[in-house]
Antibody
């Protein structure tokens, strides 16, 4: 079945970097964009950015520009999101999700199980 | 604007019908999809942007849209439907960009 499996929880100190992985299975990895979304405790979903596994093209939400980098390794069907200069307010669960894209629509399915990133001194 | 607005909380009596709405100018051009999120779990697609339910989603979930408003309707709400619900659509700034509503917490009384 189509599945996205993410790496495990991370605890980082302020100013450090974190790299989260998202391994795809059950479909052709390069045919669908991967999006990253985060959610702080008790808060809503916040879009972080997007990457094309085929071309490597990326786009990031303005608030993360300069701090986030999305990459992929097509040989192992895995997408990565790296965030640097971490702050306490980056503490959140980070999700990857596959984008289904049409002419006038899009949706995200499936989602990874989420990766808790905790930033604390 | 690509912002999507949802009511923060909605409640429904067990077995009754409830509508959860999502409002935004972008919905005049692009359709909305809907996700259910239970506490401690990842979001799950319950209605895609064509208003089609993925396999396994009960048929009490349905969708509609009119103008700048998209709606998720649960007909005969069950206790297990108590969750957070998020709408999602395309961001007008680019085909590959997406935007989320703020989420609606549904309480089943």
């Amino acid at each position: 079945q189509v599945q996205l499996v993410q790496s495990g929880a991370e605890v980082k100190k302020p100013g450090a970097s974190v790299k989260v992985s998202c391994k795809a299975s059950g479909y052709t990895f390069t045919n669908y964009d991967i999006h990253w979304v985060r959610q702080a405790t008790g808060q809503g979903l916040e879009w972080v950015g997007w990457m094309s596994p085929d071309s490597g093209d990326t786009a990031y939400a303005q608030k993360f520009q300069g701090r986030v980098t999305m990459t992929r390794d097509t040989s192992i069907n895995t997408a990565y999101m790296e965030m640097s200069s971490l702050r306490s307010d980056d503490t959140a669960v980070y999700y990857c999700a596959r984008l289904i894209l049409g002419a006038t629509y899009n949706w995200l399915d499936p989602w990874g199980q989420g990766t808790q990133v905790t930033v604390s001194s | 604007s690509s912002e999507l607005t949802q009511d923060p909380t909605v409640s429904v009596a067990l077995g009754q019908t409830v509508r959860i709405t999502c409002q935004g100018d972008i919905l005049r051009r692009f359709s909305a999809s809907w996700y259910q999120q239970r506490p401690g779990q990842a979001p799950v697609l319950v209605l895609d942007a064509r208003n089609i339910r993925p396999s396994g989603v009960p048929d009490r979930f349905s969708g509609s849209s009119s103008g700048t408003t998209a709606s998720l309707t649960i007909t005969g709400a069950q206790a297990e439907d108590e969750s957070d619900y998020y709408c999602n659509s395309r961001d007008s700034r680019g085909n590959h960009l997406v935007v989320f509503g703020g989420g609606t917490k549904l309480t089943v009384l």
